[in-house]
């Protein structure tokens, strides 16, 4: 819950941020006011503006990186699995009854487990040869 706070308020902050520095004059903007563009027809005087701003964009920079180190802070110390890996549960497999003497084939050997299957060969192979040439 304080999570999801904190992210909009970095939102908020951000869009702030950016707004801020954007208002802002950049260095050149002096020159044009030396030769009369209006700069003393601002709402906060002619030299107001520049004080507000750079303020305020130094209070939202800093609130931006406290509320960044918060975000990190509460995300590194949750206790919920990091992965789906970690939330997966392994189930042991059941363990099977050896199969009752009536199930396994007669023509089955003894050392050979009930589940294989019994090899029988082809049917267009002949019976004395292994790879269907003939000898």
Same mark, same amino acid.
Do not use: C, W
């Given at each position: 819950?304080?999570y999801?706070?904190?992210?909009?308020?970095?939102?908020?902050?951000?869009?702030?941020l950016?707004v801020f520095?954007?208002?802002?004059?950049g260095?050149g903007a002096?020159?044009?006011?030396?030769?009369g563009s209006?700069?003393s027809?601002t709402?906060?005087?002619?030299?107001?503006?520049?004080?507000?701003l750079?303020?305020?964009?130094?209070?939202?920079a800093?609130?931006?990186?406290?509320n960044?180190?918060?975000?990190?802070?509460i995300?590194?110390?949750?206790?919920e699995?990091?992965?789906?890996?970690d939330t997966?549960?392994?189930e042991?497999?059941?363990q099977? @009854?050896?199969?009752? !003497? *009536?199930?396994? %084939? #007669? +023509?089955v /050997? =003894?050392d050979?487990? @009930?589940?294989v299957? !019994? *090899?029988t060969? %082809? #049917? +267009?192979? /002949? =019976?004395g040869?292994?790879?269907?040439?003939k000898?």
């Amino acid at each position: 819950m304080l999570y999801s706070i904190l992210l909009v308020a970095q939102v908020i902050i951000s869009f702030a941020l950016v707004v801020f520095v954007l208002l802002q004059h950049g260095k050149g903007a002096d020159a044009g006011a030396a030769f009369g563009s209006g700069a003393s027809a601002t709402v906060f005087g002619s030299q107001g503006s520049a004080n507000f701003l750079t303020r305020t964009t130094a209070i939202l920079a800093t609130l931006f990186f406290l509320n960044s180190m918060a975000m990190t802070y509460i995300i590194s110390h949750r206790e919920e699995p990091k992965s789906v890996v970690d939330t997966v549960t392994v189930e042991e497999p059941a363990q099977n @009854a050896a199969p009752a !003497a *009536a199930d396994v %084939p #007669a +023509d089955v /050997p =003894a050392d050979v487990p @009930a589940d294989v299957p !019994a *090899a029988t060969p %082809p #049917a +267009d192979v /002949p =019976a004395g040869s292994k790879d269907g040439a003939k000898p």
